[in-house]
Nanobody, 116 residues
Framework: QVELVESGGGLVQAGGSLRLSCAAS????????VGWHRQAPGKQRELVAT???????SYADSVKGRFTISGDVAKNTVYLQMNSLKPEDTAVYYC??????????WGQGTQVTVSS
């Protein structure tokens, strides 16, 4: 059973940056597809960044060029670096992992609020 714990959320002004962390235990993230999802109030959950087991990354159009997903093998931690934040990035961000897609194991979520 993989456990994921997110941290790093908070309040930031538009144009600012945050780095979210997802610490994994019970399994190493490199054996899974991992990703970051977000859900804003009244909206569907959106997958914003994915890292495959092979290390390839992909992004939703809404965050492409601003967000970067990466992993630290030694720390068994996945990161989401978020730059040039916009108010519409406000959401609860979830780290997730799975064999084929990041949707089996979920963290508890961390709130990101971007003020205008």
């Amino acid at each position: 059973q993989v456990e994921l714990v997110e941290s790093g959320g908070g309040l930031v002004q538009a144009g600012g940056s945050l780095r979210l962390s997802c610490a994994a235990s019970g399994g190493h993230f490199s054996f899974y597809a991992v990703g970051w999802h977000r859900q804003a109030p009244g909206k569907q959950r959106e997958l914003v960044a994915t890292r495959t087991r092979g290390g390839s990354t992909s992004y939703a159009d809404s965050v492409k060029g601003r967000f970067t997903i990466s992993g630290d093998v030694a720390k068994n931690t996945v990161y989401l670096q978020m730059n040039s934040l916009k108010p519409e990035d406000t959401a609860v961000y979830y780290c997730a992992a799975g064999g084929a897609s990041p949707s089996v194991y979920w963290g508890q979520g961390t709130q990101v609020t971007v003020s205008s």
